[in-house]
């Protein structure tokens, strides 16, 4: 079954730095999602991409956030100066079309973001 | 999306059903169920939807209640792979993109 990848599993960044997290989503999907959870907490929506443009984004999702799909397969959440509160696992879906039965999303295993 | 209500934990004996229920009283016309799961340190997993109807594929059945008001998720013969946090989400059929909205879910625990 297609999966989603994410890279890498584990990154380990000084605060203040940039750091970038890479997901491979679905091929045939049109819609991309980040999520984040912080240890011990629920997984929250930060935003949401379809056809190049955001769709959607949480109030996380704020300026030291963006996201890109720089060619067809890959997806990117960059975060430009980061901050301790920052540390969490970061999760890239994708779903295959708008709407109930086909909606449902396709997640990839994460990657733990550590802020030092 | 309307709100959903699931016990905080729960055990179930390896090789019985695991009965996992929902309440979403406030859930309207256009509203499907859907369920999903996260294993330790993984990403959540979608297990099934429905609308109405019982609906059951590899992994689960699901069981609406008449009124829709509430839901049971079914494992039929649950494994210790099982044991995981399990999301119940009532989300309407929207065009565009559909963000997730999770809750605290259920934290079954299959015990050996």
């Not at chain 1, 999760?91 to 990657?111: N, V």
């Not at chain 2, 989300?91 to 605290?104: D, H, P, S």
Request: hydrophobic share 30%; glycine share 6%; net charge negative.
């Amino acid at each position: 079954e297609p999966e989603v990848t994410q890279t890498p599993s584990h990154q380990v960044t000084q605060m203040g730095q940039e750091v970038i997290l890479r997901c491979v989503p679905i091929s045939n999907h049109l819609y991309f999602y980040w999520y984040r959870q912080i240890l011990g907490q629920k997984v929250e929506f930060l935003v949401s991409f379809y056809n190049n443009e955001i769709s959607e984004k949480s109030e996380i999702f704020d300026d030291q956030f963006s996201v890109e799909r720089p060619d067809g397969s890959n997806f990117t959440l960059k975060i430009r100066s980061t901050k301790l509160e920052d540390s969490a696992m970061y999760f890239c879906a994708s779903s295959e079309a708008t709407g109930a039965p086909k909606g449902s999303q396709h997640f990839g295993d994460g990657t733990r973001l550590s802020i030092l | 999306d309307a709100k959903t209500t699931q016990p905080p934990s729960m055990d179930c004996a390896e090789g019985r059903a695991a009965n996992l229920p929902c309440n979403h009283s406030t859930i309207s016309g256009n509203e499907y169920v859907y369920w999903y799961r996260q294993i330790h340190s993984q990403g959540p997993q979608y297990i099934i939807h429905g609308l109405k109807n019982n609906e059951t594929n590899e992994m689960a059945s699901l069981i609406i209640t008449e009124d829709r008001k509430s839901s049971t998720l079914i494992l039929p013969h649950a494994t210790l792979r099982d044991t995981a946090v399990y999301y119940c989400i009532v989300r309407a059929r929207v065009g565009g993109y559909q963000k997730v909205t999770f809750g605290t879910g259920t934290k079954l625990q299959v015990i050996p």
